[in-house]
């Protein structure tokens, strides 16, 4: 499977952005798909992930009622769409997908077996 990350750039506090993370390779409708963040000098931590085969998601509480994750199955593609950003929503942007992750694991980055190259999002002041 390889995925392709896009959507990053550079927005004022307050503005959106719309990630987009492209797969191929594989059947998708089996995976889940998730995004993940690195801050420079933290860990890379969990955003919001979502099952392809019926659109199960689950988002991280500093994000939630900002960020919205979706999908396209007939395109292979997940979206984040990020609204309200902060500067504290600065960071590298990664997609990764899953085969046969359980609910429970879907924050977890042991549960994704493959992940993109990263989209830079900077949220200025």
């Known amino acids: 499977v390889q995925l392709q990350a896009s959507g990053g750039g550079l927005v004022q506090a307050g503005g959106s952005l719309r990630l987009s993370c492209a797969a191929s390779?594989?059947?998708?409708?089996?995976?889940?798909m998730g995004w993940f963040r690195q801050a420079p000098g933290k860990e890379r931590e969990f955003v919001a992930s979502?099952?392809?085969?019926?659109?199960?998601?689950v988002v991280t509480e500093s994000v939630k009622g900002r960020f919205t994750i979706s999908r396209d199955n007939a395109k292979n593609t997940v979206y984040l769409q990020m609204n309200s950003l902060k500067p504290e929503d600065t960071a590298v942007y990664y997609c990764?997908?899953?085969?046969?992750?359980?609910?429970?694991?879907?924050?977890?980055?042991?549960?994704?077996?493959?992940w993109g190259q990263g989209t830079q999002v900077t949220v200025s002041s």
């Open positions: 990764a997908a899953g085969v046969g992750t359980i609910l429970s694991m879907m924050r977890e980055r042991r549960a994704y077996d493959y």
């Open positions: 390779g594989r059947t998708f409708g089996r995976y889940v």
């Open positions: 979502i099952r392809l085969s019926e659109g199960h998601t």
